[in-house]
T-cell receptor, first 114, second 112 residues
């Protein structure tokens, strides 16, 4: 695709529900990142994939957070038993080869947990 | 100490003046540094990358890197109202080789 596509753009969940956020990176991009951005803050690193391999998941805040990229393209971030502090914008970014820092971001998925 | 630190602002600069944005980082051996711009309600977009000590110019933007002082800055010349945004400093951590860490951003406002 022309850019990084994320869905849904907006998600409202009741506390305790599970949610799944999808990211479709730019075609051919090897590296994929997930970030969490709270209001007024910078993006916080969650996890990184190179192709289908999850090379770094040190930023995932708890074991309720899980990410996968089974075929090396589309990625899903899953949050189980959502809590209010999970409310944030979840940003997906991709880059075309090994990490260079030149990230292309999607529009984000805004999660609100009530 | 946070890995990447920025003054949150807001920084208010008159139109036509030079805006100066600063960033410090803690990973002494990091080699790659980036400035992203984020408009309100939008996603970050890359505006500058810098890898060597000194200055790098691109149009109205100049990035400056001083590895000895662990300091990165961004200068915006002839500031325009369209430059009003949050500017995020980002560092590729050498120790991780995959983790790109962002600062909290500096909100810049250009007043006409």
């Amino acid at each position: 695709g022309a850019g990084v596509s994320q869905s849904p753009r907006y998600k409202v969940a009741k506390r305790g529900q599970d949610v799944a956020l999808r990211c479709d990176p730019i075609s051919g991009h090897v590296s994929l990142f997930w970030y969490q951005q709270a209001l007024g803050q910078g993006p916080e690193f969650l996890t990184y994939f190179q192709n289908e391999a999850q090379l770094d998941k040190s930023g995932l805040p708890s074991d309720r957070f899980f990410a996968e990229r089974p075929e090396g393209s589309v990625s899903t971030l899953k949050i189980q038993r959502t809590q209010q502090e999970d409310s944030a914008v979840y940003l997906c970014a991709s880059s075309k080869d090994r990490v260079t820092g030149e990230l292309f971001f999607g529009e984000g998925s805004r999660l609100t947990v009530l | 100490q946070k890995e990447v630190e920025q003054n949150s602002g807001p920084l208010s600069v008159p139109e036509g003046a030079i805006a100066s944005l600063n960033c410090t980082y803690s990973d002494r051996v990091s080699q790659s540094f980036f400035w992203y711009r984020q408009y309100s309600g939008k996603s970050p977009e890359l505006i500058m990358s810098i890898y060597s000590n000194g200055d790098k110019e691109d149009g109205r933007f100049t990035a400056q890197l001083n590895k000895a002082s662990q300091y990165v800055s961004l200068l915006i010349r002839d500031s325009q109202p369209s430059d009003s945004a949050t500017y995020l400093c980002a560092v590729l951590l050498y120790s991780s080789a995959s983790k790109i860490i962002f600062g909290s951003g500096t909100r810049l406002s250009i007043r006409p």
